[in-house]
Each structure stands twice: as C-alpha cells, then as structure tokens.
C-alpha cells in the first residue's frame, strides 16, 4: 500500500509500515530524524493528492501539532485572542486533512477542542495497552479503517501508588506519583513529548497495514 504519515519527524510510523513491505512516506516540515530518503521535508498540503512517482495514498496516518488544541492550554484563549486565533488556525489544518483526497485515514491527537469543534473520536488508546510503559490518553480520528485491537497480553502493568486520601491509582514511568509528566522543561521537550511511542506504531502498522 502507498501510505503518508503527516505530520512525523521521528520516521516511527513510517518504518513500522516500512518493515511490513509498505510504500510508506513520511512528511514534516522538520527533516527526518533518521534521515531517511523517504521523508518529504516540506508542507504536507503539497503532498496530500499525489506522492513521489504519482502515487495516490491508500491511507494516511496524521499527527497535526497539538499545542493549541489540548485541553490543558485552551483555558489561555479567553485572556489571550492571538492564542485563541492560533487554535482557529490548527482547528482548520486538522479539517484539511480529513477532507484530504485519501483512502482512508487515522488523525491522531490527544484530548483536546477537536473533540467538541468538529468530531469526536472513534477510539480512545494508551500507549501501555502496546506494552509501552506509559500512559497518554490518545484520540484516534478514523475513516474506512478499524479501530485498534487491543490485545490484553501486551497490556504493561503500572505501578501502584496509594495517594494521601487512601486511593490506590495505577501510574507509569513518565508520570510522577500524583499524575503529571515527568519530563522537565528543556529546549527538546515538546520533540520529546511528541514522539509516537513505539508500541503504537507498530499497533497502526498491524492493524492497517
Ligand atoms: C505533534 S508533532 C508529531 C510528531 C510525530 N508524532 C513524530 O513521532 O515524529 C507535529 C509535527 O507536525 C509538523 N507540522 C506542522 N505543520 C506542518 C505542515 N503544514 N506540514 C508538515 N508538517 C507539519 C511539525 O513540524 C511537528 O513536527
């Protein structure tokens, strides 16, 4: 199948449909990490009706910029109306793509405005359902695609913490005992928080490959 993932600098998704015998691209306007000739550095909007050669896409997975869409940052936009503008702007990328001339698609992005703005969401995952050992409430957009099996086997166990009301909740390694992400400020960090975790590109590779 020819298939784009829009929206991926990391090569993860890509490679995962790669190693199963895809004709799979990725796009961003970053260069790849892995450098891979198969990366289209640029605008995916140019990309989105033809790919190298001509192709027509089968199927594409996206992954538009969540900044001004998650839930945790839209409390900003009453005080603030260039922030507000700027989730108008990421609110009409992410309809672009879904009217994009393609097979099918799966858009993901986390609990955020696209929800209440223009759908909800098929499904609903976490990365530690895909035997990765972290947790990140997932959105998945999906058309003319199944949803994810999940497979209870490759489920990874968190650890268990007893809070200061006497609850017992179940965290992962990039959480801190009372929920939040673990990751510190530093110049990468909205890279390393984007990244696709492993476990669910090959999940999206298996399932719609
Ligand atoms: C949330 S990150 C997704 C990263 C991805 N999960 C990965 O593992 O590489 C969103 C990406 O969208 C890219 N982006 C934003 N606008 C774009 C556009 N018009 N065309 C292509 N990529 C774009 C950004 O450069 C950023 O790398």
Redesign the pocket.
């Given at each position: 199948m020819d298939v784009l993932i829009?929206?991926?600098?990391?090569?993860?998704?890509r490679e995962a449909f790669r190693r199963r015998g895809h004709n799979a691209w990725?796009?961003?306007?970053?260069p790849a990490?892995d450098a891979s000739p198969h990366h289209l550095v640029?605008?995916?909007?140019d990309w989105l009706a033809r790919g190298p050669d001509g192709v027509t896409w089968d199927v594409m997975v996206a992954?538009?910029?969540?900044t001004y869409l998650t839930v945790s940052g839209l409390h900003w936009n009453t005080r603030d109306p260039a922030r507000a503008r700027e989730t108008e702007s990421a609110l009409a990328?992410v309809r672009e793509l879904m009217a994009a001339p393609v097979g099918a698609y799966a858009l993901e992005n986390p609990v955020g405005c696209i929800s209440s703005r223009i759908r909800k969401p098929d499904q609903i995952v976490q990365p530690y359902q895909f035997g990765d050992d972290a947790s990140k409430a997932t959105c998945l957009w999906l058309k003319n695609l199944p949803k994810l099996r999940i497979v209870p086997a490759l489920r990874y166990p968190g650890r268990m913490v007893t809070l200061a009301d006497g609850k017992v909740v179940e965290r992962w390694s990039n959480q801190t005992d009372s929920g939040q992400n673990r990751l510190g400020p530093s110049e990468d960090r909205w890279k390393l928080r984007?990244?696709?975790y492993p476990g669910i590109a090959e999940a999206f590779a298996e399932n719609w490959g």
């Amino acid at each position: 199948m020819d298939v784009l993932i829009a929206c991926e600098f990391s090569g993860r998704v890509r490679e995962a449909f790669r190693r199963r015998g895809h004709n799979a691209w990725s796009c961003d306007l970053l260069p790849a990490d892995d450098a891979s000739p198969h990366h289209l550095v640029g605008d995916v909007r140019d990309w989105l009706a033809r790919g190298p050669d001509g192709v027509t896409w089968d199927v594409m997975v996206a992954h538009p910029p969540c900044t001004y869409l998650t839930v945790s940052g839209l409390h900003w936009n009453t005080r603030d109306p260039a922030r507000a503008r700027e989730t108008e702007s990421a609110l009409a990328f992410v309809r672009e793509l879904m009217a994009a001339p393609v097979g099918a698609y799966a858009l993901e992005n986390p609990v955020g405005c696209i929800s209440s703005r223009i759908r909800k969401p098929d499904q609903i995952v976490q990365p530690y359902q895909f035997g990765d050992d972290a947790s990140k409430a997932t959105c998945l957009w999906l058309k003319n695609l199944p949803k994810l099996r999940i497979v209870p086997a490759l489920r990874y166990p968190g650890r268990m913490v007893t809070l200061a009301d006497g609850k017992v909740v179940e965290r992962w390694s990039n959480q801190t005992d009372s929920g939040q992400n673990r990751l510190g400020p530093s110049e990468d960090r909205w890279k390393l928080r984007s990244l696709t975790y492993p476990g669910i590109a090959e999940a999206f590779a298996e399932n719609w490959g």
